[in-house]
């Protein structure tokens, strides 16, 4: 049982580049999110999904895109890098009910 | 609009003592549920509590208790007899309830960084 993962865990991208990054859970869980953590910012939402085919945009969505084609997967794309997405993003997956959040190990991303 | 506070960037306490890290929320939904996660140096996100915006009693877990306050809607977390592997970054987050399309936003505030010392 592997929960949440999170691929890749590390990568350094040049400007312009472009890159997905997945994370798959095997938790039958309806919501999924991404977030990105930057000193002194906290983790702050990029884009969420309630359901399979479902998604919307979080607090930062800008440069962002995602897809939810299976349940168990989310993917965040990024089609032109840029420096300031350099940061670490996490994945988290939760169930319909109040219940606690799971995350990934985090990816943490180099744009030069 | 949905939002958390935390207005201590850090904090410092002694091994076996306990400390508070405040949180506020603001919320315009009923149902909620407040979570309060760590993250050692490591960087891997631990659950710690939870407190529903209907429970009564204050939830507890182990050294870590959840001062809920509804009408000031604040849910400090408070760890007592502190311990050195602590020392962490302390994040409170909220879920709203409501069940319509594209809501459920899970959000976070920007962290306490806690540091214990012996």
């Known amino acids: 049982n592997a929960g949440v993962t999170q691929t890749p865990k590390f990568r350094v991208l040049k400007t312009g580049q472009s890159m997905t990054l997945l994370c798959a859970q095997d938790?039958?869980?309806?919501?999924m999110y991404w977030y990105r953590q930057d000193p002194g910012m906290g983790l702050r939402l990029i884009h969420y999904s309630v359901g399979e085919g479902t998604t919307a945009k979080g607090e930062v969505p800008d440069g962002y895109n995602v897809s939810r084609l299976k349940k168990q997967n989310f993917l965040l794309g990024l089609e032109s890098a840029a420096p300031s997405q350099t940061s670490v993003y996490f994945c988290a997956t939760t169930a319909v009910i109040h219940t606690e959040a799971f995350f990934g190990q985090g990816t943490r991303l180099t744009v030069v | 609009a949905q939002k958390i506070t935390q207005t201590q960037p850090g904090m410092f306490v002694q091994e076996k003592e306990a400390v508070t890290l405040d949180c506020t929320y603001d919320t315009s939904d009923q149902s909620y549920g407040l979570f309060w996660y760590k993250q050692p140096s490591s960087g891997e996100m631990i659950f710690l509590i939870y407190?529903?915006?209907?429970?009564?009693q204050n939830a507890t877990e182990g050294r870590y208790s959840l001062n809920f306050q509804k009408a000031r809607k604040s849910a400090n977390l408070v760890i007592s007899a502190s311990q050195l592997g602590d020392s962490a970054m302390y994040f409170c987050?909220?879920?709203?309830?409501?069940?319509?399309?594209?809501?459920?936003?899970?959000?976070f505030g920007t962290g306490t960084r806690l540091q214990v010392f012996p």
């Open positions: 938790m039958n869980h309806e919501y």
């Open positions: 407190q529903g915006s209907y429970d009564e």
């Open positions: 987050a909220m879920r709203e309830g409501r069940r319509t399309y594209n809501t459920d936003k899970l959000i």
